[in-house]
């Protein structure tokens, strides 16, 4: 059974920097490409950044220069290093196996003073 479980969401003030963790079970993370999503309250799900399986990284304008998504495939765990946040990062982020049904629960970003 696949399971993603994220974390490392929390409270944070503009400008500070955050990261976030998917540990999968179930599924070896190096065998296909991953990527992180969030959902804003009221908006839909967007993509944030994704890693193919050749480990080349794709970012939404929003965040490039800010964010770099990466993977441990020894620990099975993808990552989401978000740095200069600002307050219209706040969201519920996800994580997701592309190319199939499988999500995180989410975790909460939160981006105030």
């Known amino acids: 059974q696949v399971q993603l479980v994220e974390s490392g969401g929390g409270l944070v003030q503009p400008g500070g920097s955050l990261r976030l963790s998917c540990a999968a079970s179930?599924?070896?993370?190096?065998?296909?490409?991953w990527a992180w999503y969030r959902q804003a309250p009221g908006k839909e799900r967007e993509l944030v950044a994704q890693?193919?399986?050749?480990?080349?990284?794709n970012y939404a304008d929003s965040v490039k220069d800010r964010f770099t998504i990466s993977r441990d495939n020894a620990k099975n765990t993808l990552y989401l290093q978000m740095a200069n946040l600002k307050p219209e990062d706040t969201a519920t982020y996800y994580c997701?196996?592309?190319?199939?049904?499988?999500w995180g629960q989410g975790t909460q970003v939160t981006v105030s003073s």
């Open positions: 997701k196996i592309m190319g199939s049904a499988y």
């Open positions: 179930g599924f070896i993370l190096s065998t296909a490409p």
């Open positions: 890693i193919s399986r050749s480990g080349s990284r």
